[in-house]
Nanobody, 126 residues
Framework: QLQASGGGLVQPGGSLRLSCAAS????????IGWFRQAPGKEREWVSC?????????????VKGRFTISRDNAKTTVYLQMNHLQMNSLKPEDTAVYYC????????????????WGQGTLVTVSS
């Protein structure tokens, strides 16, 4: 199983750390990706980290603001979200965030991921 947690309400400019806990399989065999889906929008890729942690990638929309990391010993992958922004009063980072696993290298394509956890809701609002 994969279980995302750590979501909640945060003010613009605030920080939040999401966690993705794995059980029932060996986490360090898999790349882990984070995706998000805002209300009324399609799911979009956010970030990924290779099985060793040596390779990471980010969507342009979050680059420089989000950091992904993993701790295979703890069977957990983290997504540190900093400086969540509101643009023109649109809480664009507000979404349900999901983690998923994939074989091979980091990928932004959701069909590369074979198992998805339940999401955690992040709301950016003042």
């Amino acid at each position: 199983q994969l279980q995302a947690s750590g979501g909640g309400l945060v003010q613009p400019g605030g920080s939040l750390r999401l966690s993705c806990a794995a059980s029932g399989f060996t986490l360090d065999y898999y790349t882990i990706g984070w995706f998000r889906q805002a209300p009324g929008k399609e799911r979009e890729w956010v970030s990924c980290i290779s099985n060793s942690g040596g390779s990471t990638a980010y969507a342009d929309s979050v680059k420089g603001r989000f950091t992904i990391s993993r701790d295979n010993a703890k069977t957990t992958v983290y997504l540190q979200m900093n400086h969540l922004q509101m643009n023109s009063l649109k809480p664009e980072d507000t979404a349900v965030y999901y983690c998923a696993r994939a074989w091979g290298e980091c990928s932004g394509y959701d069909d590369e991921y074979d198992y998805w956890g339940q999401g955690t809701l992040v709301t950016v609002s003042s």
